[in-house]
């Protein structure tokens, strides 16, 4: 098969979002197949990566950051890797692009709403940053404005000329980011307009999404690696489930048909409303989230003798931490799923899971970061 000309990324040089443009997609699989390989071979055989049909402009959620140039014109961009000089982006290949037209066109409002750009040197200046969200499903579009402060000059103004041209945005957030810190948000939310969240639908479930929730940025190779959580669970009907680190709900809410009952477990607050909500929205009983450390509700959960035949989990770049870890082995779940978005601390994981007493059965690699080296594997853990 001829395999088609890739495009050609204008600011990778000095980007560094992406590790690989100017590598065909098959061989970027490629690579991330042995990276992959190379860790995980020991547990078990690892099967082909599932790659994307169409690996462009994949992200659902665009970030710039906003500020001037020596000349002091306006530019967003991308920090430099390692520091906080802003590249200016003009065109990205693997980001939304109406969301990106959507920031170019604030980008060009700012000067006549007279609205400064923040200085994070000085710390004068208002808007810092601009993230959209899009529901690939719903259309459903947020713009968030990470301001300095929470007093934005005409704001019901902006938001109309916005509207103007993008008259698809279904709600803007002024989130107040007033400290001095690499944290894109801050703690507060101004709706300015619609209702302050987005909806999308994966695996035919409907989901609210806030500016601080946690939503995987590639919806479409998230449906295929829910499809395998699930299918990998193997639910009967009759199993107590946890979904750990679950986020606003997703996996549990996708696998609570084939439950008897589901425990999410998530640390963030707005995410927890979100997936409470989510539960509710779907007219889904089964399911129940809980607020807290994943590990210490582990811990409780097994303190308490309570079981668990199933447990999802999902945790971030780090992993689990040891409390989760011990406390998973004590609950002694039939089944564990491990989703994970870093080969290297899901290796970690597996060592001390396999050494007691479960068994890895399958190793799925999903490419979930088209042009970036971050790669998701998923594992099905079996108790011997
Ligand atoms: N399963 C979800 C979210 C995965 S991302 C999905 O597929 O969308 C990891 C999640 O873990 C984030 O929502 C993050 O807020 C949460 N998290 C991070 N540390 C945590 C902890 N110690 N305990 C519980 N949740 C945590």
Do not use: W
């Amino acid at each position: 098969m001829e395999e088609k000309k890739p495009l050609v990324c204008a600011s990778t040089k000095k980007c560094g979002g992406c590790q690989y443009q100017g590598t065909a997609y098959e061989e970027q699989l490629k690579k991330k197949q042995k990276h992959v390989q190379s860790l995980l071979n020991k547990f078990g055989k690892v099967n082909p990566i599932i790659g994307m049909k169409e690996p462009y402009f994949y992200r659902n959620k665009v970030h710039a950051v906003f500020d001037r140039d020596r000349k002091g014109n306006i530019i967003s961009g991308i920090y430099e890797a390692k520091s906080h000089r802003v590249v200016p982006i003009e065109k990205c290949l693997i980001e939304d692009e109406k969301s990106q037209e959507i920031i170019r066109t604030i980008r060009g409002m700012l000067k006549s709403f007279k609205i400064r750009t923040y200085d994070e040197d000085s710390g004068y200046g208002l808007l810092r940053h601009v993230l959209v969200r899009r529901g690939f499903a719903s259309g459903e579009i947020m713009v968030v404005l990470v301001v300095a402060s929470p007093v934005f000059p005409s704001k019901n103004n902006f938001v109309k000329a916005l509207r103007k041209v993008h008259p698809e945005i279904t709600t803007v957030v002024l989130n107040v980011n007033d400290r001095h810190t690499s944290m894109v948000l801050g703690d507060r939310d101004i709706v300015i307009y619609g209702k302050g969240f987005i909806r999308d639908t994966l695996c035919g479930r409907t989901f609210r999404i806030s500016p601080g929730s946690f939503y995987q940025v590639n919806p479409v190779q998230t449906e295929v690696l829910y499809g395998k959580a699930v299918e990998y669970a193997g639910l009967t009907g009759n199993e107590r489930v946890i979904d750990a680190y679950c986020g606003i709900g997703t996996i549990g809410i996708i696998a609570s048909a084939k439950a008897k009952e589901v425990i999410g477990v998530e640390l963030n607050p707005d995410a927890v409303r979100d997936a409470r909500i989510n539960t509710r929205e779907n007219k889904i009983q089964n399911v129940q989230i809980r607020q807290g450390d994943a590990g210490a509700f582990m811990e409780a959960m097994a303190e308490t003798g309570e079981h668990a035949d199933v447990v999802f989990m999902d945790p971030p770049r780090a992993g689990s931490d040891e409390k989760f870890m011990a406390s998973l082995l004590k609950l002694n779940p039939k089944k564990v799923i491990y989703i994970s978005c870093n080969p290297e601390t899901m290796a970690r994981d597996l060592n001390y899971l396999t050494k007691k007493g479960y068994g890895v059965k399958k190793i799925q690699p999903v490419d979930m970061f088209c042009f970036c080296d971050h790669v998701e594997v998923i594992c099905e853990l079996v108790r011997k």
